[in-house]
């Protein structure tokens, strides 16, 4: 009731915003008219967008504060926005828009305040009554971090790509990565892993532990390479596999577990959906080939 049509914590966010503009931006400095203060803003608002003609419950979103404010963004930001306005005008995508819109606000203050998606869904409350919204916007964030819109850090969170971000995008996009890259960065990170597992307790006989052995394949590139050896001739061999969609059926490992005398005396682990593994070790790749180029 206090505070609205805004909601609590909003105006302390808003002076924020335009305060960042204020000290940044040569463009929001000669603006009196738009950063001045809240009641100039929340003026502009009522005056442009009728918010006193709304039905009750309509609450003050940031795409809107956005549309008194985009001018004293700088001329970079300003750009990419206009990009963005490009891609997101068609039926289905007016959310994608008014996420860049809040994004393009909300990094102005990441230094203290990450650009999470939970922060984002929050400023764009439309109405009272409409509920947490965060799932669809958390698509349509990642939706423009697909198409190369914004970018995304642990950090600092999203943030509007800039013209140099969206071309060092499209480099490091341009990177192959090929099923034999892929089995290369499996085997190091498995090592990595059971290297790790290795300083654990392991199992004990009278004792006596059992160190690991381990084993990669992938039927093509790594066909039961070891990745962990521990010299021991009493050891526990585990036997990792990642392998095509139509060689990971079920039925025919837990038949061929008992048949192949060698596979009877090995704990065998399948792995199953394997497409995020896949598409964390593209990234790194790219990642890691752009930083070496």
């Not at 005056?47 to 979103?61: C, D, K, M, N, Y």
């Not at 998606?117 to 509920?131: K, Q």
């Not at 969170?157 to 060092?168: M, P, Y």
Request: hydrophobic residues 35%.
């Amino acid at each position: 009731m206090d505070v609205y049509p805004l909601l609590p914590g909003q105006i302390e966010l808003i002076l924020r915003i335009t305060s960042v503009l204020r000290t940044r931006s040569s463009r929001a400095q000669g603006d009196d008219q738009a950063i001045r203060g809240l009641l100039q803003l929340l003026g502009e608002l009522f005056r442009r967008q009728q918010l006193a003609e709304q039905p009750i419950g309509t609450l003050v979103s940031l795409d809107r504060v956005y549309e008194v404010q985009y001018t004293a963004l700088d001329a970079d930001t300003q750009a990419s926005m206009a990009r963005i306005q490009i891609q997101c005008s068609g039926e289905g995508r007016e959310l994608m828009l008014r996420a860049a819109k809040a994004v393009a606000l909300l990094e102005l203050i990441q230094d203290t305040d990450p650009t999470t998606e939970e922060l984002v869904a929050r400023c764009l409350a439309e109405r009272m009554e409409g509920g947490n919204q965060q799932a669809a916007v958390r698509q349509a964030l990642e939706e423009l971090r697909r198409r190369n819109l914004l970018g995304y850090s642990e950090k600092t969170g999203f943030k509007i790509q800039s013209s140099a971000g969206e071309e060092w995008e499209r480099e490091r996009a341009d990177f192959p990565f090929s099923r034999q890259e892929l089995s290369k960065q499996l085997q190091e990170s498995l090592k990595g892993l059971m290297g790790d597992v290795s300083g654990t307790e392991r199992p004990k006989l009278e004792g006596r532990p059992f160190p690991w052995e381990v084993r990669y394949s992938d039927g093509r590139y790594a066909i039961d390479a070891q990745l962990l050896d521990p010299r021991d001739d009493a050891c526990l061999t585990l036997d990792l596999r990642c392998l095509p969609l139509d060689e990971r059926v079920e039925s025919s490992w837990v038949r061929r577990s008992a048949e192949d005398p060698q596979l009877k005396k090995r704990l065998l682990w399948i792995a199953g959906n394997s497409e995020a593994v896949e598409d964390l070790a593209r990234e790194l790749h790219r990642s890691t080939a752009i930083i070496q180029r």
